[in-house]
């Protein structure tokens, strides 16, 4: 069992940059497949980005590559996620989850944290 909690959203205006971090419980967190999703009103939740167990590999979501950096540190059991050149379009409430096995957009995360709102004014 793994507990996940957001941190980092509020409110910016267009082109500046936001951090936001995750701190998980839990013994074994270096194992976990991390990655992170938002989800607007109305719609489904979509995948932002996501990092393996050693912090060596990557994937983004085409919206958000080469404005959005994940990393991780396993020390610390925490995920970051920096967000620069932030558009209005990025508002949205982001999500931090784990997954036992593997890591990767389309694979299942079983832990999810309560998420953090990040609202871009144009």
């Known amino acids: 069992q793994v507990q996940l909690v957001e941190s980092g959203g509020g409110l910016v205006q267009a082109g500046d940059s936001l951090r936001l971090s995750c701190a998980a419980s839990g013994r074994t967190f270096r194992w976990y497949g991390m990655a992170w999703f938002r989800q607007t009103p109305g719609k489904e939740r979509e995948f932002v980005a996501a990092v393996s167990w050693s912090g060596t590999n990557t994937s983004y979501a085409d919206s958000v590559k080469g404005r959005f950096t994940i990393s991780r540190d396993n020390r610390k059991s925490t995920v970051l996620l920096q967000m620069n050149s932030l558009k209005t379009e990025d508002t949205a409430v982001y999500y931090c989850?784990?997954?036992?096995?593997?890591?990767?957009?389309?694979?299942?995360?079983?832990?999810w944290g309560q998420g953090t709102q990040v609202t871009v004014s144009s």
């Open positions: 989850a784990a997954a036992t096995t593997g890591w990767g957009r389309n694979i299942e995360y079983a832990y």
